[in-house]
């Protein structure tokens, strides 16, 4: 590379440091998210076929938590994404 890239790169990564922390909690959030997404039907199968049939009550809580929580990693995700615009 050319030395004058090496010093955009550098400005580049000073303008990010200050962001480092919530970009990786984005990222974090974005894989979390994406398994509570595929774990979806997974779980929605098997409150229909096991747990309402059997009527156990304590499940559906659970499940409801867990799809809550993806929701709000969801939110905290475009927060974490939009902080460093609005400085």
């Given at each position: 590379m050319?030395?004058m ?13 200050p962001?480092l922390?919530l970009?990786l909690?984005g ?5 979390i998210?994406s398994?509570?997404?595929?774990l ?5 199968r ?15 809580q659970?499940?409801s938590?867990?799809m809550r ?5 969801t ?7 939009f902080a460093?615009?609005?400085?």
């Amino acid at each position: 590379m050319h030395p004058m890239r090496y010093s955009e790169i550098r400005w580049l990564a000073s303008q990010v440091r200050p962001f480092l922390r919530l970009h990786l909690f984005g990222y974090f959030c974005v894989v979390i998210t994406s398994i509570l997404v595929l774990l979806d039907p997974l779980i929605i199968r098997f409150l229909i076929d096991d747990v309402i049939p059997r009527r156990r009550l304590a499940w559906p809580q659970l499940f409801s938590l867990l799809m809550r929580a993806g929701w709000d990693l969801t939110a905290w995700r475009q927060c974490s994404t939009f902080a460093p615009y609005r400085r």
